[in-house]
């Protein structure tokens, strides 16, 4: 299991956190994904023979938030 912490600008609020978790939780070989609106990251863990950070990025991407 691997883990990363992606800076990601444009979150503010509640919405925005299930928005990105929940994309993140989509994607096959994450197992938890945790917004920090304060720090404007998200700390994944995740399998990395399934899944990497530029699927990650994209599935972030692709709900309208910009990867630092």
Do not use: F, P, W
């Not at 928005?19 to 939780?25: D, F, I, K, N, P």
């Not at 863990?45 to 990650?56: A, C, L, Q, S």
Request: aromatic letters at 2%; hydrophobic letters at 35%.
């Amino acid at each position: 299991m691997a883990k990363t912490v992606i800076d990601v600008e444009g979150m503010t609020c509640g919405h925005c956190k299930s928005s990105v978790e929940g994309a993140l939780h989509n994607l096959d070989g994450v197992s938890t994904a945790a917004v920090n609106l304060e720090d404007n990251n998200v700390t994944v863990e995740y399998n990395d023979t399934i899944v990497d950070r530029g699927k990650m990025t994209e599935a972030i991407e692709d709900q309208g938030y910009d990867v630092k």
